[in-house]
């Protein structure tokens, strides 16, 4: 079973903004097919990085409201929130090594 946490715009505010640790939030799409090359990445931080933070995938389809309001114009994107704020944001397919160290960052 996954730890990847499934996000909407109806749980976003308690789930991703109210969240006291970091939180990652994929942005895709079911038709994105860089989404899908990036979810295997996306797994595998969930698990590794569960009771540190929290990694989730965000449907833009389905969630109109929070893809809009943060600017999502290109999918895969992205964004880390710590203390309810986006602090860092990753646009395209990319290295897992490289989302572990944003994701270390955002730590501390």
Known sequence: MSDVLTFT???????????KEPVLVDFWAVWCMPCRAIAPVVDQLAT???GRA?????????????????????????LIFKD?????????????????????RAIG
């Open 9 to 19: 715009d109806a749980n976003f505010q308690t789930e991703v903004l109210e969240s």
């Open 84 to 104: 309810g704020k986006p602090v860092d944001q990753i646009v395209g397919v990319t290295p897992k090594a490289k989302l572990a160290e944003a994701l270390e």
């Open 54 to 78: 929290k990694v989730g995938k965000l449907n833009v389809d389905e969630n109109i409201q929070i893809a809009s309001r943060y600017g999502i114009r290109s999918i895969p994107t992205l």
């Open 48 to 50: 590794e990085f569960k």
